[in-house]
T-cell receptor, first 109, second 116 residues
Framework: GIQVEQSPPDLILQEGANSTLRCNFSDSVNNLQWFHQNPWGQLINLFY???GTKQNGRLSATTVATERYSLLYISSSQTTDSGVYFC???????????FGKGNQVVVIP | GAVVSQHPSRVICKSGTSVKIECRSLDFQATTMFWYRQFPKQSLMLMATSNEGSKATYEQGVEKDKFLINHASLTLSTLTVTSAHPEDSSFYICSAYSQGYPHEQFFGPGTRLTVL
């Protein structure tokens, strides 16, 4: 099956700093999503982005499908951005998602 | 977006008992739902695909007789953990996608199962 690798695994940020999270995948994908898992375990949809660039407030994402990677940018980080960010891909177009191991982000005031 | 709910949010049971977890799509119909399991500090692992009106499809290594899935309506899928043991303790999360967002999956809030 497809391999999904996220880096860095852990990140500590000062409030107000910017950061970039990376997701590499080993094969072509039909779907790529970024999620934020809050402390209660709920997965929050950030982006559905199989290709191209999207922005939503302080967050933006870019997927370069031909080079098999996606980036999630967090600008002007806030303490509420803390949590685990997951990248998930659908290899076969059947909506079965394979998740990376996540990026644990801690934003300190 | 589309809203998915789960019930219960938390359950504690004795070893050997069975536990049922419900997953509902609140504002859309879902012919397909998915069940994931997440152990502490780990990623989500897909367990099975739940298909309305037909048998579920299980991922390799997931025991279908232990994790019974029923998808009897377009808005409800249930996962029953039969004869639960402490190693089944985990965070169980369901997901679904809406026809309005055909490839974007939305996740329920999860159910934390603790087996004593």
């Amino acid at each position: 099956g497809i391999q999904v690798e996220q880096s860095p695994p852990d990140l500590i940020l000062q409030e107000g700093a910017n950061s970039t999270l990376r997701c590499n995948f080993s094969d072509s994908v039909n779907n790529l999503q970024w999620f934020h898992q809050n402390p209660w375990g709920q997965l929050i949809n950030l982006f559905y982005i199989p290709s191209g660039t999207k922005q939503n407030g302080r967050l933006s994402a870019t997927t370069v499908a031909t080079e098999r990677y996606s980036l999630l940018y967090i600008s002007s980080s806030q303490t509420t951005d803390s949590g685990v960010y997951f990248c998930a891909v659908d290899e076969y177009g059947n909506n079965r998602l394979a998740f990376g191991k996540g990026n644990q982000v801690v934003v300190i005031p | 977006g589309a809203v998915v709910s789960q019930h219960p949010s938390r359950v504690i049971c004795k070893s050997g008992t069975s536990v049922k977890i419900e997953c509902r799509s609140l504002d859309f119909q879902a012919t397909t739902m998915f069940w994931y399991r997440q152990f502490p500090k780990q990623s989500l692992m897909l367990m099975a695909t739940s298909n309305e009106g037909s048998k579920a499809t299980y991922e390799q290594g997931v025991e279908k007789d232990k994790f019974l899935i029923n998808h009897a309506s377009l808005t409800l899928s249930t996962l029953t953990v039969t004869s639960a043991h402490p190693e089944d303790s985990s965070f169980y999360i369901c997901s679904a996608y809406s026809q309005g967002y055909p490839h974007e999956q939305f996740f329920g809030p999860g159910t934390r199962l603790t087996v004593l």
